[in-house]
């Protein structure tokens, strides 16, 4: 229905979310840290890398030009040091004080950016951000070659936050989110894995900045208002939070759906109502999938070999005699 | 090796909740920590394990001052508690629970998650075929795949008991163990703790309103009233000690000396 490069493009993006969501359950499905500043993380990683490589024409007050290889890991790192700037204080605090904190850190980032114009060029944005392989491949086949890095930098999110989640240390992360008490009567140093996991989201989001700006081709402060945070994690609920493959799955969906509602042929008087309705179609789906599939599409417990749902009889029941079975006492 | 408590005073507010308490705990004793509600034993515990630090006074196991250390320290030292409520890692099955207790600091980073040492999967495998062990010994390897929160009341308590000893202590605290534990099944538990204690030479501090399962498993109890350590000394003399049985009482009107729930519940319990 429409031409192959739009869905392309709409794939790309959609791999881009899916990273993001995948790094998002990292800390905040296993390791219970609700990080509503996504989007703060994603601007640093994104500038770090854009300085890092802007031409020097563009009047930047610091463009040392490096190579898109080095800038790239760089720009992860430093996202990774923001977020430790970010999380040391706000891991004091709990759930909802937790949530308001990361969000505020996000806008005091772009808040920063648009102030520190000499350096960022401010509200003016930079333009043509420089790609891999552009000099090979051009035009309308450089959209394939996109794919094929935002494809490979899903893959690689998966691998690694799929080893993360199998692991003793996801696995503590979950227990310490489940009852962070008696995990530090085992000994645990819960504060201490946390901040880690935050630090370890961070290089995540930001070594996945780049690609979402090959994507955009130029960045501007607005591109990191909240909105994306929520996408990033209405993808993730809808996926399935705590599971392994639910970022994946859910911004796919999202994504794509996204897109494809705006691909509905109305007559163009209308095209404002279209427009208009495309959050409220995008919040019934979120409702439809939360209604028939709380758990998102996978869910934590499938991925976690707790096996099919026992009832609560037959767990009871098959049980001998046991030394404290019952609750009479 | 022993838990000394000396002069230890928590207050909240105005509240007096533990008073001066001293007391020594050798480790390889069952000790017992009786006292009617709000007599402030889980404030002792809370400020034993560094949940709620105490106020003044000193705690020390072995050679090493305690009080004021993060609680995760204190269990690193091999002091391991339970909760009263055993409510557990609710989303881990029992296995998951219990390899948590096991896991090591070194496998527990970023770093130790992406390139899983050898070491770290030794340590895996051995703690698997330990929780294997545990959860046989304690009658519940068929639970080993549920999750937590699908646990019966009885057998979570019997999780949070399994996972202590999956966290190699040394020294057992226990929030009453007995509590939501059907009445015939008592005798077993209490059984059960003082084999498992005495297996591994392990010591333990229990607090419990169920006299008669205390009276039959400690070596030593200790009896708190309003904060302040009331009597000390052996099951059978503190069951025959007037003031405690006032303070269970709230008058001396039984003249044979034995607290009364420890009078009734002995016979039944220990079937």
Redesign the interface.
């Known amino acids: 229905m429409t031409n192959p490069i739009f869905w392309v493009g709409v794939l790309t993006l959609a791999m881009i979310y899916s990273s993001l969501a995948m790094a998002l359950n990292v800390e905040s499905g296993w390791g219970g840290m609700w990080d509503l500043g996504i989007a703060g993380l994603l601007a640093a990683g994104s500038y770090c890398y854009v300085i890092l490589t802007s031409d020097a024409d563009l009047d930047m007050r610091f463009a040392p030009e490096l190579s898109m290889w080095v800038a790239w890991p760089l720009a992860a790192l430093f996202t990774g040091l923001v977020a430790f700037a970010i999380g040391a204080p706000a891991l004091r605090l709990r759930r909802e004080y937790f949530l308001i904190t990361t969000l505020a850190f996000a806008e005091i980032i772009r808040q920063l950016v648009v102030i520190q114009a000499d350096l960022t060029r401010g509200t003016l944005g930079v333009p043509n951000i420089n790609r891999p392989f552009d000099s090979f491949v051009t035009g309308r086949d450089y959209n394939y070659v996109l794919l094929g890095i935002a494809v490979a930098a899903a893959a690689v999110m998966y691998l690694?936050t799929r080893?993360?989640g199998v692991?003793?240390?996801?696995?503590?992360l979950?227990?310490a989110r489940?009852?962070e008490?008696?995990?530090?009567?085992?000994?645990?140093?819960?504060n201490r894995?946390r901040i880690?996991?935050f630090?370890?989201a961070g290089v995540l989001i930001g070594a996945t900045a780049p690609v979402y700006l090959f994507y955009i081709r130029a960045v501007s402060p607005q591109l990191f208002a909240p909105g994306i945070t929520f996408t990033v994690w209405t993808a993730l609920v809808i996926g399935g939070i705590?599971s392994i493959r639910g970022g994946l799955a859910g911004a796919v969906v999202l994504i794509v759906f996204t897109e494809a509602v705006g691909l509905i042929e109305v007559d163009p008087a209308h095209i404002n109502i279209l427009v208009a309705i495309e959050p409220f179609l995008v919040g019934l789906l979120l409702v439809l999938v939360l209604r028939f599939r709380p758990d998102g599409l996978f869910s934590?417990?499938s991925a976690?070999?707790?096996?099919n749902?026992?009832s609560?009889d037959s767990?009871?029941d098959?049980?001998?005699?046991?030394?404290?079975?019952?609750?009479?006492? | 090796m022993e838990l000394v408590l000396d002069t230890v005073r928590k207050t909240f507010g105005g509240v007096v909740a533990v008073d001066d308490v001293s007391a020594v705990m050798p480790q390889d004793k069952i000790t017992a920590l009786i006292g009617p509600n709000g007599a402030g034993k889980t404030t002792l515990f809370n400020a034993i394990t560094g949940f709620d630090p105490p106020d003044r006074g000193s705690i020390s196991f072995g050679d090493r001052r305690i009080d004021g250390l993060p609680p995760w320290r204190v269990a690193e030292l091999g002091l391991i508690r339970t909760f009263q409520t055993p409510v557990g890692f609710t989303t881990l099955t029992v296995r998951e629970s219990m390899l948590t207790a096991a896991t090591p600091h070194f496998a527990e980073t970023p770093a130790g998650a992406l390139g899983l040492s050898r070491r770290a999967r030794d340590h895996e495998r051995t703690a698997e075929a330990r929780a294997e062990e545990i959860t046989a010994e304690l009658d519940m390897a068929d639970l080993l795949d549920v999750r937590t929160d699908e646990l019966s009341a009885g057998d979570r308590k019997l999780l949070e008991f399994a996972r202590s000893l999956m966290a190699e202590p040394k020294m057992l605290l226990l929030d009453e163990p007995a509590a939501a534990v059907a009445p015939a099944n008592i005798g077993r538990l209490s059984q059960l703790v003082r084999r498992l204690c005495d297996e591994r030479g392990l010591g333990s501090l229990i607090i419990d309103h169920n006299l008669s399962f205390l009276m039959q498993i400690a070596d030593e109890v200790h009896v708190l009233d309003r904060g302040a350590l009331l009597a000390s000394g052996p099951p059978a003399e503190i069951a025959a000690n007037p003031d405690v049985m006032r303070v269970y009482l709230g008058e001396d009107k039984e003249s044979d000396g034995s607290p009364p729930e420890a009078a009734s519940d002995t016979v039944e319990g220990a079937g």
């Open positions: 690694v080893q993360v692991s003793p240390f996801g696995r503590t979950r227990a489940d009852n008490a008696v995990a530090l009567a085992l000994g645990k140093r819960v894995m880690k996991t630090i370890l705590g934590e417990r976690f070999g707790a096996g749902r026992p609560r767990a009871g098959s049980r001998p005699a046991g030394a404290t079975q019952g609750s009479g006492g």
